[in-house]
């Protein structure tokens, strides 16, 4: 399965999500706004995920609303990540967390602007590569415990092709076969990670706090 495609299942669910870890002193200073089983979720840590999430594509998006979702965002990635290492069968490398970063980077017009974005967050490099080594963990997660057990047939895809005729006038079924195919994967995915997290939270302890 592409990245591209679980980049566009796990950002629906998920959104972008930064997740570091914090001293145990800055956990005490700083208000908890949710716990996940015996993790914390401090409010420091979700206003950078919300500036993340504004920066890199959802600036238009009301501020409560995208710390709700952030918030619901950060719970489920911290779920994911605990059941990666508790199951231990995806890993990430250094080499991996280091093009990550500069793919971040990349978005930006120049390293200044990257490094201001950085400080203005209180993060280092090395925090952002841990952030997005456990989004990279997740990813190969997600692909290893849901997307193994989704099919596409030729049948479904020809099937899709034939009820939805007027969106691929003039074009024939093999030449638009593969997109379809990850179209009706992705939904599928969607739908065993939701059924999958569903389950994580009817078995997970989670508290949020009051706002």
Known sequence: MSRMLHWGILTTLLVIILMFPFALQAELVDRIVATVNTEVITASELSCAVALNQRLGNAD?????????????LINRRLLVQEAHRLKFVEVTEQELSAEVENVA????????????????DMTRQDLARMLGEQLLVERFVEKKVGLFVRVTREEAESYFNEHAAEFKDKRFQDVQK??????MEKKMGLQLAQYLAELRGRANIRVSAR
Request: proline fraction near 0%; avoid cysteine; hydrophobic fraction near 50%.
């Open 61 to 73: 998006k009301d501020r409560l609303a995208l710390e709700a979702t952030t918030l619901d965002g």
């Open 179 to 184: 997109m379809i195919s990850a179209l009706l």
């Open 106 to 121: 990349k978005r930006f017009s120049s390293d200044k602007e990257f490094g201001d974005f950085l400080a203005a967050l």
